[in-house]
């Protein structure tokens, strides 16, 4: 597995070699950012220039292709000014998963606010229910059910931070908050994630009819 802490280090030298005071906020997410991380993890990077230029985009990918571990890295590379034009619903679990590592994004959270959030949970659950009915209907994917429930216990963490006012970032820190359906739906997530046999029919029937029920 990777030794995060030095892999960033070596991360943000070379970023502050190539875009210097240009670097407006570094911050990682995903398995590693939560201390969950397993040998096949992402290495889930947020890095936001003053500006993002093609060349930008360039240089960056120029620079990762010299770090360690290259096949693993993936994330977010924007402008300043795009982000602080989001789209508010998308970046109530954009802020609260990323753990900053250089600047902050706390300019984000005067749009943060409860309407973003439902909004979050709303576009969440049709998106589910589309890709679900999608699913069975056509590829009939195992894979796709397992990315659908991941994509499910991010709503739930939504729609706990809407109850609560406090945001879980680890899934299994929400199972003495939610409601009976769903913790069937958080409970599923981790099934799969342990990599318990996928039930395809069950399983879909379960989010398909939990997401009906947020929707309607």
Same mark, same amino acid.
């Given at each position: ?19 210097? !005071? ?27 220039? /003053? ?14 292709? &010299? ?34 590592? +250089? ?9 943060? /606010? ?14 589910? *229910? ?7 209907? *056509?590829?009939?994917? !195992?894979?796709?059910?397992? &990315? ?12 706990? *931070?809407?109850?609560? &006012? +406090? ?19 958080? /409970?599923?997530?981790?099934?799969? +994630? !342990? ?22």
């Amino acid at each position: 597995m990777v030794e995060i802490t030095k892999w960033m280090e070596e991360f943000l030298s070379a970023l502050d070699n190539q875009f210097g !005071n240009r670097l407006w906020f570094v911050g990682l997410q995903g398995s590693y950012a939560r201390g969950e991380a397993t040998e096949k993890s992402d290495i889930d990077t947020v890095v936001i220039l /003053d500006e993002l230029t093609v060349f930008d985009i360039g240089a960056y990918n120029k620079m990762l292709d &010299g770090l360690p571990h290259r096949d693993l890295i993936c994330g977010f590379l924007s402008g300043k000014s795009e982000i602080l034009n989001w789209e508010p619903s998308d970046l109530f679990q954009f802020y609260y998963d990323t753990k900053p590592i +250089k600047g902050s994004l706390d300019e984000l959270l005067p749009m943060i /606010d409860d309407e973003a959030v439902k909004r979050a949970i709303k576009i969440g659950v049709c998106n589910i *229910y589309h890709c679900c009915v999608h699913n069975m209907l *056509y590829e009939k994917s !195992n894979e796709i059910l397992q &990315g659908l429930y991941k994509t499910a216990s991010f709503v739930v963490q939504a729609i706990t *931070y809407m109850k609560t &006012g +406090k945001y879980f970032t680890r899934q299994k820190d929400l199972q003495e908050f939610v409601l009976p359906d769903e913790k069937v739906i958080i /409970d599923t997530f981790f099934k799969l +994630k !342990n990599g318990e046999k996928v039930d395809f029919d069950v399983m879909s029937e379960k989010l398909l009819k939990w997401v009906k029920k947020r929707i309607c």
